[in-house]
């Protein structure tokens, strides 16, 4: 270290005024090129937060395609009576009463192969065991589309039909994620999103599957009745409400 000092000196002023001396007062300055002591320690860093995993929730979608509170019919669902089908659009609802054996599906009015579908699903009547409702996607026609399907009784099913053909992508399977009984409601989510197909139940990640054999068309609501081991059939009614679908984040 160089030090450098200042000498501070009072002058006589006068004959008669003795002379007096200031203090010296000595500063001490590092030079600009001297590095920081060796004992200087940097910052201690503040200690990690551990971290937690946030609660699996289903992945958020960008774009909305299709709002849906049935407030009216003017995204034009079938609404009407067949001898296969009855459907109605009243009190914020879309009801479909199967009374024969079979399932009947309707399309939304816009045609969209990859889709994220939110919409609520209630069991009102009919005979657990023997019906089923849910969502479709890439339906192109009656003979090729994907069927998401859940029952009142603790069940979901994922399946194809390809030129007709019927086969069980995931067969009927039993979880506590489903409510169960009539007159309660379980949302489902059907995300249909390149060879991505997807199923939440009530917020619960059910299944996430692979399958490329159909592409193309649109997504539909359907609901079925089955004839019983004595060949009678339950009619069924379901209710779907607040329908809500997305275009799928990449």
């Known amino acids: 270290m160089k030090p450098i000092r200042f000498w501070c000196f009072l002058l006589a002023i006068s004959v008669l005024l003795l002379a007096s001396l200031a203090c010296a007062v000595a500063e001490e300055l590092p ?9 200087t320690q940097a910052a201690e860093a503040p200690p990690a937060v551990e971290a937690t995993s946030a609660p699996e929730t289903a992945p958020e979608a960008e774009q909305i ?6 407030v009216d019919n003017s995204n034009n669902w079938f609404v009407g009576e067949d001898e296969y089908v009855e459907t109605v659009i009243e009190d914020g609802k879309y ?12 399309k939304a009015s816009i045609a969209v192969s990859n889709v994220d579908v939110t919409v609520d699903t209630e ?42 053909e019927i086969s069980a992508i995931v067969d009927w399977t039993s979880t506590d994620a489903l409510l169960t009984g009539a007159g309660v409601v379980n ?20 299944a996430d599957v692979v399958d490329s054999s159909i592409e193309g068309g649109s997504f ?8 019983n081991t004595d060949n009678v059939v339950t009619p069924a009614v379901v209710n779907f409400s607040n329908l809500i679908a997305r275009q799928p984040m990449p």
């Open 65 to 70: 395609l299709l709002n849906e509170q049935f």
């Open 187 to 206: 949302t489902m989510r059907v995300i249909c999103n390149e060879n991505h197909l997807i199923l939440y139940i009530n917020g619960t990640l059910i």
């Open 95 to 106: 009801r479909i009463n199967t009374p024969t054996d079979g399932y009947n599906w309707f």
């Open 123 to 164: 069991f009102v009547e009919g005979e657990a065991a023997n019906s089923d409702y849910g969502v479709m996607c890439r339906v192109v026609d009656a003979d090729n589309h994907y069927r998401f399907k859940i029952a009142s009784d603790g069940v979901y099913r994922i399946d194809k039909q390809v030129n007709g």
């Open 220 to 227: 539909a609501l359907m609901a079925g009745a089955y004839v």
């Open 31 to 39: 030079d600009a090129a001297t590095e920081a002591p060796a004992s």
